[in-house]
């Protein structure tokens, strides 16, 4: 086996990543978890993080455990001893509840469940990237919005290095030519030319999302080889390849990982082909159908590539360099640790109706 170079885990800002939800941006009262964030641990159960630093590592409680420490009413299975009602639970707790039910905390996932929670974010708080993510998204942009760009300008050298060139572009063109083809794209999609910015910034916030889980996709790859080779070697290794319970968990391990890559890579190779052929019959109607299927796909996606970048997080920390060094330590880690929460990977639903269909 070809030797593969050490690999690191996944680390993104707390608003670009999929397996962090800072609580600064949810309206919770307890002014001590305001500074805390509600993560998906290695186990994928969702806890509060009180500090993480890498000489003492991550702090966290789980949030049943949560009346205790901050001296909250007891949980509502206990009376009152005046009346007998039961007790309401404290609001915070209701919420982190909630919140803690949630398969992703990516960003585009967030404005979707959070809505449907009924739960708000602070005013001051917006559920989108950063602006170093943004920029990071460059070329996955470039590539998604492409046929957008030659039904405009056709053959012409644009150069676009962030969806707000496209913006810029499109709300002052300086080409006679890209100003009769607006007309002709408002015209097809109903509308008027004025409202063809805001159709823009729609199309592109819908991209954008793809072209953030594109990404997530792409950076999972190393990290689900290395685990993958792994698999392999303990399979060949003579004092570990007798043990049929180790056997067996690494085949099941290997088997839904694999399903679930193939599964979101087969998503994004259908929305490929089905966006190209939206733009050969591009109207409004048929552009509200894309977007609002492809946010359906949020959550399924989001919470997929959630579980598989902790869970192979996880093992790089262990086991960042060869897949052959320590292998009893591997299996130990595998039994005790991988293979926990792995019941929470949910296949994704194959009853989502394919772009081609639309």
Not at 51 to 72: C, N
Not at 150 to 162: E, K, N, R, T
Not at 208 to 225: H, K, M, N, T, V
Not at 269 to 287: C, G, L, Q, V, Y
Request: proline residues 6%.
């Amino acid at each position: 086996m070809a030797a593969r170079k050490p690999v690191t885990p996944i680390i993104d800002s707390d608003m670009d990543s999929l397996y962090v939800l800072p609580l600064e941006i949810i309206p919770i009262e307890t002014k001590a978890l305001q500074r805390s964030r509600m993560i998906k641990n290695h186990h994928l159960r969702s806890v509060v993080e009180v500090f993480s630093e890498r000489e003492t590592g991550s702090g966290q409680i789980e949030v049943e455990a949560l009346p205790k420490m901050f001296g909250w009413t007891p949980p509502e299975d206990e009376d009152d001893e005046d009346d007998g009602e039961p007790r309401k639970p404290h609001p915070d707790l209701v919420t982190l509840r909630q919140l803690s039910l949630l398969p992703t905390y990516d960003v585009f996932s967030l404005r979707i469940l959070l809505r449907k929670m009924d739960i708000p974010v602070r005013e001051n708080a917006a559920l989108k990237l950063s602006p170093e993510k943004n920029r990071e998204l460059g070329d996955y942009m470039t590539k998604f919005t492409r046929p957008l760009i030659m039904q405009v300008y056709g053959d012409s050298d644009v150069s676009i290095h962030d969806f707000d060139d496209i913006i810029r572009l499109f709300r002052d063109p300086d080409v006679r030519k890209a100003r009769e083809k607006l007309k002709i794209m408002a015209q097809k999609l109903d509308i008027d030319v004025m409202e063809i910015p805001k159709f823009l910034e729609d199309y592109g916030d819908i991209f954008l999302s793809l072209s953030y889980y594109r990404q997530c996709l792409d950076r999972i790859q190393p990290l689900l080889d290395n685990f993958l080779d792994s698999m392999e070697a303990l399979r060949n290794n003579w004092q570990l390849r007798n043990d049929q319970q180790l056997m067996q968990t690494c085949r099941m391990m290997e088997s839904r990982l694999n399903e679930l890559s193939a599964a979101v890579t087969g998503r994004f190779e259908n929305f490929d082909r089905s966006t190209n052929e939206m733009w050969d019959n591009i109207s409004a109607i048929r552009f509200q159908r894309v977007k609002e299927l492809i946010q359906s796909y949020h959550t399924e996606i989001g919470g997929v590539l959630c579980a598989l970048t902790v869970k192979l997080n996880a093992w790089v920390r262990q086991f960042p360099g060869e897949v052959d060094s320590s292998p009893v330590r591997r299996a130990e880690f595998i039994m005790t640790q991988m293979r926990q929460g792995f019941d929470r990977i949910q296949k994704m639903s194959n009853s989502t109706p394919m772009l081609s269909q639309l």
